[in-house]
């Protein structure tokens, strides 16, 4: 069974300084996808990044970059030019297949983000 | 609607009674996704419709909780004969086929 794990339960960041969160999993299919999420106090779980595990290169989106270790199972998450708006829970979570792209997603437990002005 | 929405967004039952929790997924959306979050954890998964079939349940704990999509558009997650153990953050999610699972606000369930 695909399992997922954030190593890091919280994680503190200076204002506009770059802050990596962890991530590994275990599965042993070739192709699926990876995220990470973002969930603020409000509860609504924003999607941050995605991976397709069969792209080498590695996922940007502005100031959010993954680092995507296929061989090794890791997928971490770079913030960089940390806001106050990024203090979050932050989720990864691998997308299970069985159907195509609409398979359920599996969660680690989260790293809490805190940011300090 | 422009998201995902969920409702009520919070709940307080007294333990033994029945509650129902609705999801409106973004429209034309196909697949729809029901996920329980226990507090300090992460998301964990209960069911899944494409349309109006549900296509997956083994993530629902017990013969308590019932979900349905009758019309392959708003669902109803039901639990029966709540429990303390059923309190926790029920989340939906949405996608419209290109790996993307847009989530609704979730509903607060406390049993008291």
């Known amino acids: 069974a695909q399992t997922v794990t954030q190593s890091q339960p919280e994680m503190s960041v200076q204002e506009a300084e770059t802050v990596t969160l962890s991530c590994t999993y275990d599965t042993s299919e070739s192709d699926y996808y990876l995220f990470w999420y973002k969930q603020p106090p409000s509860r609504q779980m924003i999607l941050v990044i995605r991976q397709e595990a069969y792209k080498q290169q590695n996922a940007t989106e502005n100031r959010f970059s993954v680092n995507f270790q296929k061989a090794a199972k890791s997928f971490s998450l770079k913030i960089s030019d940390s806001q106050l708006g990024d203090a979050a829970m932050y989720f990864c979570?691998?997308?299970?297949?069985?159907?195509?792209?609409?398979?359920?997603?599996?969660f680690g437990k989260g790293t809490k983000l805190s940011v300090k002005p | 609607g422009a998201g995902v929405s969920q409702s009520p967004r919070y709940k307080v039952a007294k333990r033994g009674q029945d509650v129902a929790l609705r999801c409106d997924p973004i429209?034309?959306?196909?697949?729809l996704f029901w996920y329980q979050q226990a507090l300090g954890q992460g998301p964990e998964f209960l069911t899944y419709?494409?349309?109006?079939?549900?296509?997956?349940k083994s993530g629902l704990p017990s013969d308590r909780f019932f979900a349905e999509r009758p019309e392959g558009s708003v669902s109803t997650l039901k639990i029966q004969r709540t429990q303390q153990e059923d309190s926790a953050v029920y989340l939906c999610?949405?996608?419209?086929?290109?790996?993307?699972?847009?989530f609704g606000p979730g509903t607060r369930l406390t049993v008291l």
């Open positions: 979570a691998y997308l299970i297949g069985e159907w195509g792209s609409q398979g359920n997603l599996i």
């Open positions: 429209s034309g959306h196909v697949s």
């Open positions: 999610a949405s996608s419209g086929g290109d790996n993307e699972q847009f």
């Open positions: 419709f494409q349309n109006e079939a549900q296509l997956d």
